[in-house]
């Protein structure tokens, strides 16, 4: 079956712009991961959806990150007014539940460069 | 609070051995384990539960020592495809999302 994909894969834009990142999870998971990679970091946790719950928000670096899920399924990551330091990677994963026994299958990620 | 994972890097020719090890400050619910080649997106390899051992391949286990709070990943007779960077990701009791270490890169050499 179809596994995660984000889009766009690449974007750059210049610093002060608004962008938004999608992904759309595997079809049946009710647990979607936003996540961010900087060159030679590990995975910084931003943000999860569990179901219609309310999300976890507690690794968004600052108010400038937002991100929604409609209809239980694909989630928009917005960050505003971007800034040189949010270049970096940034993946989406999606897993059957939130639950230490269930994993995470992530997606080939959106290369963000703010210029 | 972010795990520490050690070494940061290694190096090894085809069938050696290695031990990739995962230390929290805190104590775990459960570790999990993930390999990420370059470019591509990160792919699970195991989960670890409190109580519990997991292996998910054929020559790569871990081992979860709760006390200790830490967990290792051992590789055995290494092949050129186990090549990659290995995260660990720990989760805290209290429903937290996973926390991911900094990854240990390997390189696996013919």
């Known amino acids: 079956g179809a596994g995660v994909s984000q889009s766009p894969s690449n974007k750059v834009t210049e610093k002060g712009k608004d962008v938004e990142l999608r992904c759309d999870p595997i079809?049946?998971?009710?647990?979607l991961y936003w996540y961010r990679q900087s060159l030679g970091q590990g995975l910084e946790f931003l943000i999860y959806f569990q179901g219609n719950s309310a999300p976890d928000k507690s690794g968004l670096p600052s108010d400038r990150f937002s991100a929604e899920r409609t209809g239980g399924s694909v989630s928009t990551l917005t960050i505003q007014r971007t800034q040189q330091e949010d270049s970096a990677v940034y993946l989406c994963a999606s897993s059957l539940r939130i639950h230490s026994s269930y994993e995470q299958y992530f997606g080939p990620g959106t290369r963000l460069t703010v210029t | 609070q972010q795990p520490v994972q050690s070494p940061q890097a290694v190096i090894l020719r085809e069938g050696e051995d290695a031990v990739i090890n995962c230390s929290s400050s805190k104590a775990l619910y459960s570790v999990h384990w993930y390999r990420q080649k370059h470019g591509e997106a990160p792919v699970f390899l195991m989960i670890?539960?409190?109580?519990?051992e997991q292996k998910g391949h054929d020559k790569i286990s871990a081992s979860f020592n709760e006390k200790k709070q830490q967990s290792s990943l051992y590789l055995t007779a290494s092949q050129l495809s186990y090549s990659g960077t290995y995260f660990c990701?720990?989760?805290?009791?209290?429903?937290?999302?996973?926390?991911f270490g900094k990854g240990t890169r390997l390189s696996v050499i013919a």
């Open positions: 079809s049946g998971h009710t647990a």
């Open positions: 990701g720990t989760e805290v009791p209290g429903n937290t999302p996973l926390v």
């Open positions: 670890l539960l409190k109580g519990g």
